[in-house]
T-cell receptor, first 109, second 110 residues
Framework: TQLLEQSPQFLSIQEGENLTVYCNSS?????LQWYRQEPGEGPVLLVT?????EVKKLKRLTFQFGDARKDSSLHITAAQPGDTGLYLC?????????FGGGTRLMVKP | SQTIHQWPATLVQPVGSPLSLECTVE??????LYWYRQAAGRGLQLLFY??????ISSEVPQNLSASRPQDRQFILSSKKLLLSDSGFYLC?????????FGQGTRLTVV
């Protein structure tokens, strides 16, 4: 059983469309991060959210941490082919960093 | 600045052979270190983590083991590989719970 559930698992959209990826858990996390991974490489940190209800923006990406610090969402506006990749959420519990199952995004030109 | 090195990048090993993957971190002291395994296109499964020299916590019972002989060195080992050990192995260190990953090792057991 995955501690962090990500949805959807796969997403294929056209360039210019908007999308939202969800990360849900029954556990409360001290912080939650989003990573993006290219094939054959390690994940790269995009953002960390710490406070319940926090919203962070990174260009066309908007990240939100749930009020209860159990869930998070990633919204991409006007997706571009360069956004293609595997998006992973990760929750921190003490020294442990637990990852979700990932969302594979493909943006077609 | 901190850097993490992981090698080799790719490895093809026969079933029953031993394994040793090495990870070293530069530019920081007493880091928390992690080994993850990733199935194709999926999330990361935590295998081992270490908060200090000789301190190893195992998350998944299996035929893999880990050791931390030096502060900034983390080694993943196996005495006899299984086909199911194939995957993408990632080493990481954390700062304030944010993880920084190595380039990964693609292991294929044949």
């Amino acid at each position: 059983t995955q501690l962090l559930e990500q949805s959807p698992q796969f997403l294929s959209i056209q360039e210019g469309e908007n999308l939202t990826v969800y990360c849900n858990s029954s556990s409360v996390f001290s912080s939650l991060q989003w990573y993006r991974q290219e094939p054959g490489e390690g994940p790269v940190l995009l953002v960390t959210v710490v406070t319940g209800g926090e919203v962070k923006k990174l260009k066309r990406l908007t990240f939100q941490f749930g009020d209860a610090r159990k869930d998070s969402s990633l919204h991409i506006t006007a997706a571009q082919p360069g956004d293609t990749g595997l998006y992973l959420c990760a929750g921190a519990l003490g020294n442990m960093l637990t990852f979700g199952g990932g969302t594979r995004l493909m943006v077609k030109p | 600045s901190q850097t993490i090195h992981q090698w080799p990048a790719t490895l093809v090993q026969p079933v029953g052979s031993p394994l040793s993957l090495e990870c070293t971190v530069e530019g920081t002291s007493n880091p928390n270190l992690y080994w993850y395994r990733q199935a194709a296109g999926r999330g990361l499964q935590l295998l081992f983590y270490s908060v200090g020299i000789g301190q190893i916590s195992s998350e998944v019972p299996q035929n893999l083991s880990a050791s931390r002989p030096q502060d900034r060195q983390f080694i993943l080992s196996s005495k006899k590989l299984l086909l199911s050990d194939s995957g993408f192995y990632l080493c990481a260190w954390t700062e304030n719970t944010e993880a920084f990953f190595g380039q990964g090792t693609r292991l294929t057991v044949v």
